[in-house]
C-alpha cells in the first residue's frame, strides 16, 4: 500500500500539472472503486479550476474555486498517470486540463477511494475523524511522545501505527524510524527513556522527508505520476532486510517478526 511518503509524492507531482488549471473534462469510467464515486463528481468539478493541493494522513486533497476538495486515496495499488498515450483498462477516473493536459487515476485492485468534500468541512469529513497530527511540519516532540506514551503498556511499534497518534504514518517507515532512533520495536512504550523518544521524534520526520526526496519506495507497482519509481526502497536500513547484516556496523543481523499481523524488521543488537 503506498505510505505517506508516496502520497505526498503524488501529490506533488499532481501540482505541477493541476495547480491554477481549470477542469474541462471529469469522466468516471465505471460506478466505483472500494465505494461509489460521488453521483455529481462531474457536474461539480468541470468547469472548475484547481486553487490548492495538500496532504492529509495517506489521502491526497484537490481544492478548487468552488469550494469543493476531491479526497482521494490510492488504495493498495493506484497511482495517476499523466498524459497516459493510451488508456488502461484500470484508469477509473480521468481529468483534462484547459491546457490539453490528461490525467488518469489507475487502480487495478480498486481499494482506492475518490469522494467530494465542501472545503471548509475537510477537516469534519468521518474519514480524517479522530486523527492525529501529521508527523511532519514539527508536532512531534520527544515531550509529546512522553506524555502520549506514558503508562502505555502496548509495544512502541503498534502505538506507532495507530493512526489517533500520529496520523500517516505506516509500516514500513516506522520500522525504519525505530532503527534510526536505537528502539526496540517490542518495548512498552511507556518504558521507553526520554533520550530515546527524543531521538524518535528527530527520526520520523527525517526518515519520511528521506523517503519523499527519493520519490517513495518501488513496492509492488507503485510508480509517481510521471511514471517515475521510487526508489528509497535501495536504503532501508531494516524493512524486507531478513538475515542481512545490520548497517549499523554492530555485526548483528536483521530479524523479523510479526506485530499485530504486520511484519517487524529490526536489528536485536542495536535496538533496545
Known amino acids: 500500500m503506498p505510505e505517506l511518503p508516496e502520497v505526498e509524492t503524488t501529490v506533488r507531482g499532481l501540482e505541477r500539472v493541476l495547480l491554477g488549471r481549470r477542469l474541462d473534462r471529469v469522466e468516471t469510467r465505471r460506478g466505483d472503486l472500494r465505494r461509489p464515486f460521488p453521483r455529481d463528481l462531474g457536474q461539480r468539478l468541470t468547469g472548475a479550476r484547481v486553487v490548492a493541493l495538500g496532504r492529509r494522513a495517506k489521502y491526497g486533497l484537490v481544492d478548487t474555486d468552488r469550494g469543493d476538495t476531491m479526497i482521494f486515496h490510492l488504495g493498495m495499488s493506484g497511482r495517476w498517470r499523466i498524459d497516459p498515450a493510451e488508456l488502461d483498462k484500470h484508469d477509473h477516473l480521468l481529468l483534462a486540463t484547459d491546457d490539453g493536459r490528461r490525467l488518469a487515476l489507475n487502480d487495478p485492485r480498486r481499494f482506492g477511494s475518490v469522494d467530494l468534500v465542501e472545503t471548509g468541512a475537510v477537516a469534519d469529513w468521518p474519514g480524517f475523524a479522530g486523527l492525529g497530527p501529521e508527523p511532519l511540519g514539527g508536532a512531534i516532540t520527544g515531550l509529546w511522545l512522553r506524555k502520549r506514551f506514558e503508562g502505555r503498556s502496548a509495544a512502541v511499534k503498534l502505538l506507532l501505527l495507530d493512526q489517533r497518534l500520529v496520523a500517516g504514518l505506516g509500516n514500513i ?6 532503527f534510526r532512533a536505537r528502539i526496540d520495536p517490542r518495548k512498552a512504550a511507556g518504558k521507553v527513556g526520554r533520550p530515546k523518544l527524543d531521538a524518535l521524534a528527530a527520526a520520523i520526520p527525517a526518515v519520511l522527508e528521506d523517503a519523499i526526496r527519493a ?3 518501488t513496492l509492488r507497482d507503485f510508480a509517481a505520476p510521471d511514471g517515475e519509481l521510487g526508489y528509497f526502497s535501495k536504503s532501508f536500513d531494516v524493512y524486507g532486510r531478513e538475515g542481512e547484516p ?27
Not at 517507515?173 to 525505530?178: G, Q, S
Not at 543481523?253 to 529490526?266: D, E, M, P
Open 173 to 178: 517507515y516506522v520500522c525504519e524510524a525505530l
Open 246 to 272: 545490520c548497517r549499523g556496523g554492530c555485526g548483528g543481523a536483521v530479524v523479523r517478526i510479526v506485530q499485530g499481523g504486520r511484519s517487524t524488521f529490526y536489528c536485536p543488537r542495536c535496538q533496545r
Open 215 to 217: 520519490g517513495g519506495s
